[in-house]
Nanobody, 116 residues
Framework: QVQLVESGGGLVQPGGSLRLSCAAS????????MSWYRQAPGKERELVAA????????NYADSVKGRFTISRDNAKNTMYLQMNNLKPEDTAVYYC?????????WGQGTQVTVSS
């Protein structure tokens, strides 16, 4: 059974950092493209960062380029999102997503709040 569990969210001051984790089970994370999305109150869910399976190429939303880094640890079957220089507009629920044989799977989300 495919399962994705996010963790690492919390309250942080502007300029601070957080590292989100997405622990995968029921499949081998390295074989599939993975991504992070976020959804702020009253807004649509948006793509934040993605990483391909083979080669590990990455891409980012313009709003987070240079501040966020997506990565994965194949041995731990876990994906990460390192978030630096956080801004209030980064406040949202962050979700990880896997697409396996054309089927999307989502985690339950983790709340990130950037506030002084």
């Amino acid at each position: 059974q495919v399962q994705l569990v996010e963790s690492g969210g919390g309250l942080v001051q502007p300029g601070g950092s957080l590292r989100l984790s997405c622990a995968a089970s029921g499949f081998t994370l390295s074989r599939y493209a993975m991504s992070w999305y976020r959804q702020a109150p009253g807004k649509e869910r948006e793509l934040v960062a993605a990483i391909t399976s083979a080669g590990g190429s990455t891409n980012y939303a313009d709003s987070v380029k240079g501040r966020f880094t997506i990565s994965r640890d194949n041995a731990k079957n876990t994906m990460y999102l390192q978030m630096n220089n956080l801004k209030p507009e980064d406040t949202a629920v962050y979700y990880c997503k896997a697409v396996i044989r054309l089927n999307p799977y989502w985690g339950q989300g983790t709340q990130v709040t950037v506030s002084s």
